[in-house]
Nanobody, 122 residues
Framework: VQLQAYGGGLVQAGGFLRLSCAAS?????MGWFRQAPGKEREFVAT????????YIADSVKGRFTISRDNAKNSIFLQMNSLKPEDTAVYYC???????????????????WGQGTEVTVSS
């Protein structure tokens, strides 16, 4: 399975972006991680395949929303009220398993997308 993520770009603080990720095959739980320069990759959001339940990192809660289209094996990340600290490469992730709580850790991930860069200017 290959994951194709797109939608990143340069935006001013307070702006918004919508990331998309399409899987070439069927997957189970999916999510987004991000990695800022000099920092470790961190969890952003995940959505369960069977229930649609979502989990959002505290750092972006209330600003980011994750959704999915199971028929198209795709997920989306709507990012509003962006801040400079949201600047990072965002990675789409997928598991072949249904996980309690969705994808929260890199060890849960079976497939990674290539990453799409988000830059938020102040």
């Amino acid at each position: 399975v290959q994951l194709q993520a797109y939608g990143g770009g340069l935006v001013q603080a307070g702006g918004f972006l919508r990331l998309s990720c399409a899987a070439s095959g069927r997957t189970a739980d999916m999510g987004w991680f991000r990695q800022a320069p000099g920092k470790e990759r961190e969890f952003v959001a995940t959505i369960r395949w069977n229930t649609g339940r979502t989990y959002i990192a505290d750092s972006v809660k209330g600003r980011f929303t994750i959704s999915r289209d199971n028929a198209k094996n795709s997920i989306f990340l709507q990012m509003n009220s962006l801040k400079p600290e949201d600047t990072a490469v965002y990675y789409c992730a997928a598991s072949t398993k249904l996980l309690v709580g969705g994808i929260r850790w890199s060890s849960d991930v079976d497939y990674w997308g290539q990453g799409t860069e988000v830059t938020v200017s102040s």
